[in-house]
Structures are given as C-alpha cells and as structure tokens.
C-alpha cells in the first residue's frame, strides 16, 4: 500500500526567513506530485506538479519554488516568507499520467508566519 | 477556463439521512472528470468519488453516488444514512483531459456538513 508522509506537521516561522517543507511517497513507484495550498477556511489551490525526479512545473506564482531531488520526494521551498504564505500545504500523488486519475493526499503541513 | 462552484457553504442533516451536496462546473473540454473530496478537520483529504464526463451512469461507492447532470454541468454528492462521522467539509474538483495533462485540479469552495447524532 502506498503511503505519503508530510514534514513538518507545523511551522510557524517569521517573516523574511527561509522555509523548506518536505513530502516522500512510499510504495509506488514514478508516482506523479502535486503541491497544493490552502488558506484558513478557503480552497485548493495547486502550486506546482511533477512527473519525474529533477522536472517541476510551476502552475501558481506564490514566491515559492519546488525541487524533486529523488523518485519519491518533493520539496516545497522559499527563501523569504511572507505573511500571504500563512495556511495549510497539501502533497498529493496520482498513478498515471496522460490521465485525469484521482490525487491522494498527505496529511498537510500547517505554516504560520508571523 | 475552469471554473467550480458549490454555492453551499455549509449544510446540515440527522444521523440516518440522506444528505445531498451541490456543485456546478464550467469547462470546454469535452473529457473531464469530477471529483469529490472530504476534508477532515485535522485537514486531511480524503478522496470518496468520481465521474467521468463520457458515462452516463451515475457513479456509485459505498454510502456515497452522484447524481451527474452534463447538460447542466452539474454534478450533486449524494451521501445515504449520514453518520455523524460523515461531518466535514466536501470539495468538488474537475480535472480537464487535455493535450498536456497536468494533472491540474481545480477546486469549489467547499461545503461544511454537519451531521447531527
């Protein structure tokens, strides 16, 4: 069974330092990665994806730049918070691509910047 | 351009009805899919169901199906004996099928539910 894993589970960070999040996918291999953003008591908004290990592609400029430095991990990255970076960060994965297939989601990292 | 709307913010019903959850859609693509999500209040999403736009037949899993109107690009979740564990937020999303798919989900704004005992 496949599994997604968050890293942190919160943070809550100043504004204008660095921030890394991180997401690893177990049990599935060439998995396709998404990184989403949520605002407290809004919707999803999808920031980057990827479909294979060293190619990301922006979908939303937010100050905030993606890496996928091995098959199973996705890093979520700025060097300079803002306070509009406050909210909740979604990995998900899907199996295929060239598909519209269904996106499972980790359990979220939670960031407040003050 | 994608567009989602679920234009009930939140709802309500008692342990054992039948609950149902509205969403419309715009796209011009012919090939999509819906999708419905439930966020749990830790924030996890759950994924519950999906159509695809060439069927016709309502998509069914479990406790949850979908009444699917393409006509009207409409699309309701329909959740039958809701349980109090049922209580969170629903999300539509359509994902477009297009020359270069990225996957892109876009999302409603969601609909609360709370489920009564």
């Known amino acids: 069974a496949q599994t997604i894993h968050q890293w942190p589970v919160a943070e809550i960070k100043a504004v204008g330092s660095p921030l890394s999040l991180g997401c690893t996918i177990k049990?599935?291999?060439?998995?396709?990665l998404y990184w989403y953003w949520q605002a407290t008591g809004g919707t999803l908004q999808q920031l980057f994806y990827?479909?294979?290990?060293?190619?990301v592609e922006s979908v939303v400029q937010l100050n905030l730049s993606a890496s996928r430095p091995k098959d199973d991990q996705f890093i979520l990255s700025t060097e300079k918070l803002l306070l509009s970076h406050s909210g909740f960060y979604l990995c998900?994965?899907?199996?295929?691509?060239?598909?519209?297939?269904?996106?499972?989601f980790g359990p979220g990292t939670r960031l407040t910047v003050l | 351009a994608q567009r989602v709307t679920q234009v009930q913010p939140t709802g309500s019903s008692q342990w054992g009805e039948e609950v149902t959850l509205d969403c419309s859609y715009e796209?011009?693509?012919?090939?999509?899919?819906i999708f419905w999500y439930r966020q749990l209040f830790s924030g996890e999403m759950v994924f519950l169901i999906y159509?695809?736009?060439?069927?016709?037949q309502n998509q069914r899993s479990g406790r949850y199906s979908v009444v699917f109107q393409k006509s009207f690009k409409s699309i309701s979740l329909v959740i039958s004996a809701s349980q109090p564990e049922d209580s969170g937020t629903y999300f539509c999303?359509?994902?477009?099928?297009?020359?270069?798919?990225?996957?892109?989900?876009?999302f409603g704004d969601g609909t609360v539910l709370t489920v009564k005992p």
């Open positions: 990827s479909i294979t290990v060293g190619q």
């Open positions: 796209t011009s693509e012919y090939f999509y899919r």
């Open positions: 998900a994965w899907s199996p295929y691509w060239g598909e519209y297939a269904e996106q499972f």
């Open positions: 999303a359509l994902s477009e099928l297009k020359g270069t798919n990225t996957g892109k989900l876009t």
């Open positions: 049990g599935k291999s060439s998995p396709n």
């Open positions: 159509q695809p736009s060439f069927d016709t």
